[in-house]
Structures are given as structure tokens and as C-alpha cells.
């Protein structure tokens, strides 16, 4: 199903999303096409909570896919969004919502056009494994800063750009283990932490860590690590606005 309208300028590949759409129904089966995604959650849940406290906080997903970490957000205690531009999982994500009563509120929609709308809204936003699948990933970068609150965190996991996660990611993964669907990745668009660092700072953001994340087939598990040469998390802060002057007096 094609985007259309509002979207038909924005920032995607219309082959990613007939990709990941035709992976819809199968989603959430931890047996499925998306089972190391699966694997990888609770790890990735993992790095949120150590770094901010859930309960309460407005968060936003971006490519939420079929809603795995929409629903971890929200069994935490935030109040939950989550946007994704392939109608497909949009619809699964919201009839796996009605089975587990979790709320989180799914939209259709871009991350940027939802900047435009809801600008210094979120205290947490998410974006997990969808950098390397758009065409303009600093766009990305910018719009979640956009959508963040001062003082909030930006959350996102990508793959590096090295011989070890081509050899991991795309050889291993896709074509010898077949934990992914073949096609999953592109190397060429796989992202350096140093061109990250840099969208984000340009963003106006503050990159407060980067760690490795290592997916462990043998145990159908994942674990943060400090080695950042295949998929890798990242950490960014929003600064608080500066305070006003002391002394300064108005009109």
C-alpha cells in the first residue's frame, strides 16, 4: 500500500515500507521473521530505564513498527505514541493494542510533519532501527529534536558502517543463521557513530553515550556491550533552555 497525500513528500523509500509491511502479520510471533527483534527488546527497554524514569513521562516511538517497544514504553508507566509510515503494521500494532489493553496511541503518520504539530512535547523519544532504512536520516535526527521537551532524552539504535557488521548483520544474520529476511539490511546505509554525533549535534543535542547492543542467536537474547562495531544505542540530551539573566529587568 502506497503512502499518499499529506506523505507523498516525505522522508522514506516506498520499497522499505512494502518490506516491513508484508512482515505485518507476523509481527509479533517471537518464532517469526521478527525474532531477533524480539531478542533484542528487553535490552533495549533495558538502556531507556537506566537512563529515565517511565512513569508518567510522555514518550514517542518513531518506526514503531508493530508496536514491540511501544507496548515495553507503556507497561512502564508512560503515556505512549507511536508513529510508523507502513499502514500495514500500523493496523497490527493497534489490534495487538485491543488484545493487551496496553494504551499507546498509533498514528500514520512522519516524524516530521509530527514535529510540525506537536513541537516540545515528548520527555522521551524513541528511534530504533529505522535510521538506516531512510533516505534522510539527519531529517530524523532533527524532527525527534524537534519533538523533544528541554531537559528530554532522544533514544536511537542503528548499525555501523564496518567490515564486522557486514560480515554479522547482513551475511550472518540474512544469509547463514536466516534470522532476518534476506534484504533486511543495505550496507551502504548503514551510519558511523561520528556522522550520528554529528546530526545530533547540529540538532542541538547532546550525546551523552554510546554503547554497543550484541544479539546472541545461541540464546535467542541480546545484552548492552561496550563494543559499538555492529549495532550500536545511542543517548542524546536536550538542553534546557537557558534561564534568564539575573538582574534583567522587563520593558
Known amino acids: 500500500m502506497s503512502v499518499t ?18 512482515l505485518a502479520q507476523r509481527w509479533w510471533d517471537p518464532e517469526g521473521p521478527q ?3 524480539h531478542a533484542l527488546n528487553p535490552a533495549r527497554l533495558g538502556y531507556v530505564t537506566a537512563r529515565v ?7 514517542l516511538d518513531v518506526g514503531c513498527g ?24 500500523v493496523k497490527v500494532a493497534r489490534l495487538h493494542r485491543l488484545e493487551t489493553g496496553v494504551g499507546v496511541d498509533y ?23 529505522m535510521l538506516e532504512h531512510v533516505p534522510d536520516p539527519a531529517a530524523v535526527v532533527r524532527a525527534c529534536a524537534t519533538l523533544l521537551k528541554p531537559g528530554g532524552r532522544l533514544f536511537l539504535s542503528t ?14 544474520a540474512e544469509y547463514v543463521a536466516r534470522v532476518l529476511p534476506k534484504g533486511t539490511h543495505q550496507y551502504r546505509d548503514f551510519i558511523r557513530p561520528s556522522e550520528l554525533a554529528a ?3 547540529a540538532a542541538g543535542l547532546q550525546l551523552e553515550d554510546v554503547s554497543g547492543l550484541m544479539y546472541e542467536p545461541w540464546r535467542n537474547g541480546a545484552r548492552v556491550i561496550s563494543r559499538t562495531d555492529v549495532n550500536y544505542l545511542a543517548c542524546a540530551l536536550k538542553p534546557e533552555a537557558d534561564a534568564p539573566a539575573a538582574g534583567r529587568s522587563g520593558g
Open 199 to 201: 546530526w545530533l549535534r
Open 159 to 172: 548499525l555501523n558502517r564496518t567490515p564486522a557488521a557486514f560480515a554479522l548483520a547482513i551475511v550472518g
Open 53 to 59: 524514569a517511565l512513569a508518567g513521562a510522555q514518550a
Open 66 to 89: 508493530g508496536g514491540l517497544l511501544s507496548e515495553a514504553l507503556a507497561g512502564e508507566g508512560a503515556e505512549v505514541t507511536a508513529i510508523d509510515l507502513a499502514p500495514e503494521l
Open 35 to 37: 525474532k531477533a527483534l
Open 107 to 129: 498514528r500514520l503518520q512522519s516524524v516530521e510533519s509530527l514535529a510540525d504539530e506537536m513541537p516540545a512535547r515528548f520527555d522521551v523519544v524513541t528511534c530504533m532501527e
Open 5 to 22: 497525500g499529506a506523505e507523498a513528500n516525505e522522508n522514506f523509500r516506498q520499497s522499505e515500507l512494502d518490506k516491513f509491511g508484508a
